[in-house]
């Protein structure tokens, strides 16, 4: 397999770009992610891949929860928020206005359009990300006429 | 948690839209996909979700492979073709041409701009679709200047 062929083919998967928070004992940790699908109607269950290294990822794994928000196509500055350590102060997360979800506690953000709560029914470790499947347990939508967000409209790439 | 809120939730992720093939002992199959992410850098790994009850998902089960076709925005006719059941005449599938993977001997489409073979490494089998998490093992770049087709600008959803 001819790595740059690699690349280039698994850039051309088409992504959104989203927050996924989680809240564990003592912690909230925020992240921005884009490798998410959904992969079950019923029941409702998605599958997110986490950096294994990260905050988030051992938030996820101690809590078995998380959140994710899909951001609006003139969102990129809410996300771009999340690619640093995660900081609460009060009532703000990376500097965004949050309240615990009702079904799993993991932050949700008042700026998302959409959101969706989940918990964790099984885990994959295998690669420097861990693919979490988890069901879909709550969700909300504040403006459901916002064209989401979308990695390729931003220039950046995070595959390949 | 209120259906249509998740539903509309969930139609909120970004997808591409893809053909995924596979080919066990006697039989080839190849269906449109979209439920599809990267999962790990290194070893390079991606996640699908393929409808449990297709003979997509007995066929990648059986042989433990699959392919996966990123086609480019004007191709939306390549990926309908596969909505149908698989017919395969000589080298067609579905009426379009192709050549046995080499690294899985799943179907490659000549038509895709993209694609890469993959050998499934895990298999979580909980909901109506089971989500395989699989290591990429070939690819290849045809036109890496093609826009690839995205689920949004057909104004098709699946999911939710």
């Known amino acids: 397999m001819d790595p740059q062929e690699k690349k280039v083919a698994l850039r051309a998967i088409t992504y959104g770009l989203y927050v996924m928070t989680g ?3 003592d912690q909230l940790a925020a992240d921005g ?3 998410l699908s959904q992969a079950s109607f019923e029941p409702p269950l998605v599958v997110a891949a986490v950096k294994a290294d990260s905050t988030l990822h051992a938030v996820v794994t101690d809590s078995g929860c998380f ?3 899909v951001l609006g196509e003139d969102q990129l500055d809410v996300v771009k928020a999340f690619f640093r350590s995660t900081s609460v102060e ?3 997360i990376n500097g965004q206005r949050f ?3 009702a079904a799993t506690g993991a932050p949700l953000l008042e700026v998302a359009p959409y959101w969706f709560e989940c918990r ?3 885990t994959v ?3 420097d990300h861990t693919v979490f499947v988890a069901e879909v347990v709550g969700a909300g ?3 459901a006429a916002r064209p989401p967000l979308t990695l390729r409209a931003t220039g950046m790439n995070y595959g390949g």
Do not use: E, Q, S
């Open 99 to 101: 309240t615990p979800g």
């Open 23 to 25: 809240a564990a004992a």
């Open 120 to 122: 964790v029914t099984d």
């Open 33 to 35: 992610i884009n490798w």
């Open 141 to 143: 939508v504040r403006d």
């Open 90 to 92: 009060g009532d703000l």
């Open 125 to 127: 470790a295998r690669g």
């Open 67 to 69: 959140a994710v928000h």
